[in-house]
Each structure stands twice: as structure tokens, then as C-alpha cells.
């Protein structure tokens, strides 16, 4: 079991950066895939990022590439969402996934563990 804690949320104005962390505890392994999902007011649930806990695979959401940048501290059992160029439409509430796979995927049900969120609230 994996248990997942995070951070880092607040209100920025827009073009701002914040930096989300997600503290995991538990067993780490190298099939462990770890994610940020969000969900907006009104929307559903939508992929943000992954990685592998082991490195290599990092996919991002076509909304947030080139703004947005996942990483992890394996030492720290910490993942990160360093988030820059924040925009309105990133408002919402993240949360931090992990799950278990051979492969990385962007699906919310290929995920089994999850945080409590963070809010992220992003002013024009």
C-alpha cells in the first residue's frame, strides 16, 4: 500500500508559478507509475502528468506541456509539479496517484492509490 500526502496548493495570479509536492509513503518499486490529475470547476477529472518512479516515461497533457514539469526525489519519496505560466483554466483541484503497471498511462483507473488534493486557484 502506498499512502500519499499533498502540498503546496494556494491562489497565484495568472503567469505565476507554484510547485506542488506529493510526499508517498509505503513501498516504492520499479513498476510503480506515479501521476497528477485535476479536476476544475464543472469538469471532470483530467490527466496533468506521470512518470515512472524508476525514470524514463514522463507524459504530460498537451494543456500543460512546456509550462508544467513532473519530478521525483526517490531519497525524499517525494513527488513533484512544478508549475509555471499558471493560466485561469488551471484552477482546480490536483491530485497526486500512484499505481501500479508495466507500462506509464494517463487513464485515472490505472491508478490505486490517491492523495486527499491540493487546491489550486489561478486569478485572471
Known amino acids: 500500500q502506498v499512502q500519499l500526502v499533498e502540498s503546496g496548493g494556494g491562489l497565484v495570479q495568472a503567469g505565476g508559478s507554484l510547485r506542488l509536492s506529493c510526499a508517498a509513503s509505503?513501498?516504492?518499486?520499479?513498476?510503480?507509475?506515479m501521476g497528477w490529475f485535476r479536476q476544475g470547476p464543472g469538469k471532470e477529472r483530467e490527466f496533468v502528468a506521470a512518470?515512472?518512479?524508476?525514470?524514463?516515461?514522463?507524459y504530460y497533457a498537451d494543456s500543460v506541456k512546456g509550462r508544467f514539469t513532473i519530478s521525483r526525489d526517490n531519497a525524499k519519496n517525494t513527488l513533484y509539479l512544478q508549475m509555471n505560466s499558471l493560466k485561469p483554466e488551471d484552477t482546480g483541484v490536483y491530485s497526486c496517484?500512484?499505481?501500479?503497471?508495466?507500462?506509464?498511462?494517463?487513464?485515472?483507473?490505472?491508478?490505486?492509490?490517491w492523495g486527499q488534493g491540493t487546491q489550486v486557484t489561478v486569478s485572471s
Open positions: 509505503g513501498r516504492t518499486s520499479s513498476n510503480l507509475n
Open positions: 512518470i515512472r518512479w524508476s525514470g524514463g516515461s514522463i
Open positions: 496517484a500512484a499505481g501500479l503497471s508495466l507500462r506509464l498511462g494517463t487513464a485515472a483507473d490505472e491508478y490505486h492509490y
